[in-house]
Nanobody, 124 residues
Framework: QVQLVESGGGLVQVGGSLRLSCVASGRTSTTYAIGWFRQAPGLEREFVAAIAWSDVGTTYADSVKGRFTISRDNAKNTVYLQMNNLKPEDTAVYYC?????????????????WGHGTRVTVSS
């Protein structure tokens, strides 16, 4: 089992920045990748970014590429999502999730453990 806790969400104006954190605990040794997903009201959950836990590799959704940066601190069992130049369409609940098998996959159903989410609201 892996437990995930997200934090760092909040209300920010258009063009502003936020940094989300995802702290993992439990059997993190079985983790291959941690991904960030988001779900806006009335919409389906969508992939945002993913990073390999012990390997080299990141991947981003086209909608956030160049604005968001995913990084990790293995000593702190934490993955970050730095979000810059935020837009109203970035408003959503953001979730982090763990994938145990190899591959930086963008499909949420391929991730086994999920946090409870942190809300991001971008006001115009």
């Amino acid at each position: 089992q892996v437990q995930l806790v997200e934090s760092g969400g909040g209300l920010v104006q258009v063009g502003g920045s936020l940094r989300l954190s995802c702290v993992a605990s439990g059997r993190t040794s079985t983790t291959y990748a941690i991904g960030w997903f988001r779900q806006a009201p009335g919409l389906e959950r969508e992939f945002v970014a993913a990073i390999a836990w012990s390997d080299v590799g990141t991947t981003y959704a086209d909608s956030v590429k160049g604005r968001f940066t995913i990084s990790r601190d293995n000593a702190k069992n934490t993955v970050y999502l730095q979000m810059n130049n935020l837009k109203p369409e970035d408003t959503a609940v953001y979730y982090c999730a763990v994938r145990r098998s190899e591959g930086l996959i963008r499909l949420g159903t391929m991730y086994e453990y999920w946090g409870h989410g942190t809300r991001v609201t971008v006001s115009s």
